[in-house]
């Protein structure tokens, strides 16, 4: 793992630790977004974002955040007046409901309870009752750490025959997404992947990539004219293509970033991230669980990137993460109704086992001093125990 120079651990569901090698990369001369030097890079990045996701269709990195590459996906394969269906497992999920009905797209929504997974059987009957052009599923739902279960999904939307749109924000580059894999069936494909910079990537914010299968794109070509002049996709291809055109001017430094991201990614290799992941997320649940503190998803439900906490009886939580940023330790609260009820905690991108292990020192530390009395060897020894074992 490269070196940080972070002097906090930042711990949140995002943005994420920066490497030196990556702040060395934004860092660098910043040159005309024509430059040929700079398109050189710029097609490097693309290239291996096409790589990491396995997609024989598009990629696109454009200026924007996460929430502008969700709009990109559903404007570029869903028209006005056509269905959506939104798998939702918690706030990031419902977001999908506002952003279509923005488009006059038409949204129904399968929820589950927050803490667990949607019933792929209401799912399958909400499909087999009305015809959807697409389905949004939120892979990892950054408030409830709640991972979408791909394998059981997937083949469900496609026997209706809709697109599958996979928010991959908290997911991509740390838990399996491959645009070339079938799920069970001939063509049960992930159509569109969206997904940000500064999460699992482990880059500065400011990046929205999405990504199009050959199925997504011919859905492009049926629409037409499509509710958008930045986000439709064909202003954008010809910069994919050749980035030294130009459309809208690219965040030069921040593509120097990202291709050193992705460099980063690749090098490590896709299996060893996801493993790693799986096995930071499963030690840290673990070892806080020693605490008393318990996860709201259910480990078969939980997501290798980040974890929503549930504090025990009678812990402040604006005191809690107060005094943890004292000790240069950043976690994120919870949202919506477990908001003050529940910490979030990240384990992704750049994140090292030496950085998660410490993070759970401090935590017993802050308990002990805040009236609790808890086991921080044997925490850590849990930790340490899940982390080294199963992560390589």
């Not at 199925?215 to 010809?238: C, F, H, S």
Request: glycine share 8%; with cysteine.
């Amino acid at each position: 793992m490269e070196r940080l120079r972070n002097e906090e651990m930042l711990l949140i569901p995002g943005p994420t630790p920066v490497v030196d090698s990556i702040y060395d990369a934004l860092a660098q001369e910043t040159r005309s977004h024509t430059d040929a030097r700079f398109a050189a890079i710029f097609r490097e990045a693309l290239e291996r974002t096409k790589e990491m996701l396995k997609t024989d269709g598009e990629v696109f990195v454009v200026s924007g955040s996460g929430t502008l590459a969700m709009e990109m996906a559903i404007i570029n394969t869903v028209a006005p007046g056509e269905k959506i269906l939104v798998i939702s497992q918690g706030y990031f999920g419902d977001r999908f409901i506002k952003l279509g009905q923005a488009f006059g797209v038409l949204v129904d929504v399968v929820q589950s309870e927050w803490g667990k997974q949607v019933d792929p059987i209401e799912v399958e009957k909400q499909l087999a009752g009305t015809q959807y052009k697409a389905v949004t599923i939120t892979h990892a739902d950054t408030s409830t750490g709640v991972a979408a279960d791909l394998e059981v999904l997937v083949p469900i939307i496609k026997q209706h025959g809709a697109l599958v749109i996979l928010d991959g924000v908290c997911a991509t580059a740390a838990m399996e997404e491959d645009m070339s894999k079938e799920y069970g069936e001939a063509n049960a494909k992930i159509d569109v992947i969206l997904t940000g910079s500064q999460k699992a990537i482990g880059v500065p914010p400011g990046l929205a990539i999405v990504a199009f299968n050959q199925t997504a794109l011919a859905a492009r070509e049926k629409l037409g004219q499509v509710p958008g002049y930045y986000t439709d996709i064909y202003n954008w291809i010809p910069i994919m293509h050749d980035p030294q055109k130009y459309f809208a001017t690219p965040p030069v430094n921040l593509v120097y970033a990202y291709n050193e991201g992705m460099r980063l990614v690749l090098e490590e290799g896709m299996e060893k991230r996801y493993k790693r992941h799986t096995a930071y997320g499963k030690a840290v649940r673990a070892a806080l669980a020693v605490y008393g503190m318990e996860a709201l998803a259910e480990e078969t439900a939980a997501a290798a990137t980040l974890s929503c906490i549930l504090y025990p009886e009678g812990l402040d939580d604006a005191g809690f993460r107060a005094a943890l940023a004292q000790k240069g330790l950043i976690v994120a609260g919870a949202l919506a109704h477990l908001a003050g009820k529940a910490f979030r905690i990240g384990h992704m991108g750049n994140t090292t086992e030496e950085m998660l292990e410490r993070a759970i020192v401090l935590i017993g530390e802050t308990m002990n001093e805040q009236g609790f009395s808890v086991d921080i060897s044997k925490a850590v020894d849990v930790f340490k125990g899940i982390a080294t074992a199963q992560a390589f």
